[in-house]
């Protein structure tokens, strides 16, 4: 069974890319680009990975943290990785305390996010 990742980000470019990448290494992958999109997903599918970026909406808020707190509130088990250009010390206690395994800082190469899956053993079957 391939694990399964849910991509949360606005920029399209960067979805699809990071999609493509993990699809040729076996992962089987959905992409949103809202956090109402994302819950609705969470809340009937389950995922093995959410991989989020902190801002997505245009409003500059990190609803990234929303779609962590739903997840955590439901005791979902998923496994966590954040992506953001914008992290400050703050947020990525933030992320790491609602429960995310990794905070990446954008831009990263997509080897570093294939060795950030691997170290918290998410790799496909």
């Given at each position: 069974m391939c694990s399964r990742i849910l991509i949360i980000d606005d920029e399209l470019a960067l979805m699809t890319a990071l999609r493509d990448y993990l699809e040729q290494r076996g992962f089987i992958c959905e992409c949103v680009h809202e956090v109402a999109e994302a819950q609705a997903l969470l809340a009937n599918?389950?995922?093995?990975?959410v991989l989020t970026d902190i801002y997505i909406s245009p409003l500059q808020e990190?609803?990234?943290?929303r779609v962590l707190s739903?997840?955590?509130?439901r005791a979902l088990n998923v496994r966590l990785v954040v992506m953001t250009a914008h992290s400050t010390p703050e947020l990525k206690a933030e992320a790491l305390r609602l429960g995310a395994a990794v905070v990446l800082q954008k831009p990263t190469s997509l080897a570093v996010l294939a060795t950030a899956l691997t170290a918290i053993a998410v790799v496909p079957a």
């Open positions: 599918v389950q995922f093995d990975v990190a609803d990234g943290l739903f997840i955590r509130e």
